[in-house]
């Protein structure tokens, strides 16, 4: 019995850890990098059509630059069709092997 618990929350924390991420902002999910930037991550839904990275984000009445685009965070997301990026702080994107639909990066 206490085996089937363990298990059990085992399974729930991997699930829920698969996609964790601390805001959503217009349809991005970010995670924090610090207490003035955040990170583009993935969510609890794959990007699909024209997504828009912005400079900055809003949460909590605070500003937070958008730094970087996480390695994982744009992986098989095939229905992406465009991707306009808004600032010059983004440090790394992923290869577009991984959205074979993809029209456009901006």
């Known amino acids: 019995m206490l085996l089937r ?25 970010y995670n924090f990098i610090d207490n003035d930037s955040v990170e583009v ?10 997504i828009v990275i912005p400079n900055l984000v809003v949460y909590n009445d605070h500003i937070y630059q958008v730094a970087r685009i996480d390695e994982s965070a744009l992986y098989y997301c095939t229905g992406l069709t465009s991707i306009t990026i808004k600032t010059k702080q983004v440090l790394s ?14």
Do not use: C, W
């Open 5 to 29: 618990h363990i298990v059990t929350a085992a399974m729930l924390l991997i699930t829920v850890m698969a996609n964790a991420y601390d805001i959503e902002y217009q349809g991005v999910y």
């Open 41 to 50: 991550t993935k969510g609890d839904i794959v990007y699909q059509g024209d």
């Open 93 to 106: 994107l992923v290869s577009p092997p991984h959205f074979r639909s993809l029209d456009f990066v901006n």
